[in-house]
């Protein structure tokens, strides 16, 4: 039988390693998807990068039921929450005593929504005649939008770079993915049928074909939640009537990332620390407290920098998005309070 430990890194830190038993492995080494998607290439970002904190990724919707008996005790341990009840959507107005979070240090307030188009192969997977696919459903659903939603699509490959920068300051640009994104298979053919819809206000973004098909963004400078989660929720609610998107009753909105499913929603604030640097066990034990996660400055495994932290809701299944927002608010106070 093989031995995990010369599979994954001995380093490995992550939660497919930590489940995944040799008679796990055994059982699913030689399945495939329809689509011909494999253990192999679920679990090769892990095995490239010993500090991946899932080590996972799903290849198609498809991924979720053939290989569940090592995707659900990832899931379970990441999201906190057991994946045999019905995953409920919820987007109205979440209730926050004090919505407005406009206190000095926060600098900008983003939700984000991961979605991907019903019977199609995820970025893991997917080909280029498909990508070109989504491409074309998601900017036509995109360019219907009316009002402040209303705006244009701007293909990576063609962007020129007095766009790119502009894009890049006001956090609205995706490059090519990270070193976990690019052993998964999300980097193939890039920058080919990769996008950003953006709105004239820059207030509401679409990316394609990023890490799934889409990822739907509401921000704002400063912290007006309440509008700008009543943005994302308009443009949600019409978004479902023009697309059908990936779901599944138990686990919601289906992902490349297990760490996405349900909502698929990181609600979070841009907050300026000045005393970071003193400050960081306080930050990371009230984040713990509030099931909060931290991020750098320019996102996942970035670094933190001028005392700018990302701070979201970590937990995106078992809980609606309304809760997503209540709970991202909750936390934020304290980390203020605390900090302040
Ligand atoms: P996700 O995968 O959830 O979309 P990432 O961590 O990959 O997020 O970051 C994506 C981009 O979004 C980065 O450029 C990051 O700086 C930006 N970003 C994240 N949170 C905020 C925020 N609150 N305000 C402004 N930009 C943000
Ligand atoms: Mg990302």
């Known amino acids: 039988m093989i031995d995990i430990n010369t599979l994954f ?13 040799p008679a796990l ?86 939700i984000r929504v991961a979605r991907n188009i019903a019977n199609l192969p995820f970025p893991p997977l997917i080909d ?6 989504v491409e074309e459903q998601a900017v036509n659903a995109l360019l219907e939008l009316k009002g402040d939603l209303g705006g244009s699509y701007h293909a990576l490959g ?15 640009l995706f490059e090519t993915g990270d070193r976990f994104m690019e052993a998964a298979g999300i980097n193939r053919d890039w920058p080919e ?16 074909n990023e890490e799934d098909h889409l990822r739907i963004i509401s ?21 479902e009537k023009r697309l059908k998107f990936a779901h599944d009753p138990n686990l919601g909105y289906l992902t490349s990332c297990p760490s996405n499913l349900g909502t698929g929603m990181r609600a979070g604030v841009h907050l300026r620390l ?6 960081q066990e306080l930050l990371h034990g009230t984040a713990k407290e509030y099931n909060l996660q931290i ?18 809701n970590r937990q995106r299944l078992g809980i609606t998005e309304k809760q997503c927002i209540e709970t991202l608010h909750r936390g934020v106070c304290a980390i203020i309070k605390k900090t302040g």
């Open 219 to 239: 921000m704002d400078k400063g912290g007006d939640i309440a509008g700008t989660y009543d943005r994302l929720a308009r443009a949600l609610t019409f978004l």
């Open 128 to 133: 280029s005649a498909t990508r070109v696919k």
């Open 158 to 172: 063609e962007l020129t770079d007095a766009k790119r920068k502009n894009l890049a300051q006001k956090h609205l």
């Open 25 to 110: 492995f055994n059982a699913l080494k030689g399945k495939q998807t329809k689509n011909d998607y494999s253990l192999e290439q679920a679990i090769r970002s892990g095995i490239r990068n010993p500090d991946s904190s899932i080590g996972i990724y799903a290849g198609d919707a498809e991924s979720y039921q053939l290989f569940s008996k090592i995707f659900i005790p990832v899931i379970e341990a990441y999201h906190g929450c057991p994946t045999n009840r019905i995953h409920r959507s919820d987007l109205t107005k979440a209730s926050l005593s004090d919505s407005d979070l406009s206190c000095g240090h926060i600098q900008s307030f983003r």
């Open 295 to 312: 991020r750098g400055s320019h996102g996942e495994k970035t670094e933190v920098l001028d005392g700018i932290v990302d701070i979201s």
């Open 193 to 208: 049928s990769r996008g950003i819809f953006v709105s004239k206000d820059e207030k509401f973004a679409v990316w394609i």
């Open 9 to 21: 890194p001995k380093t490995a830190v992550s939660l497919v390693k930590e489940h995944l038993t």
């Open 274 to 279: 000045p005393n970071f640097l003193t400050q």
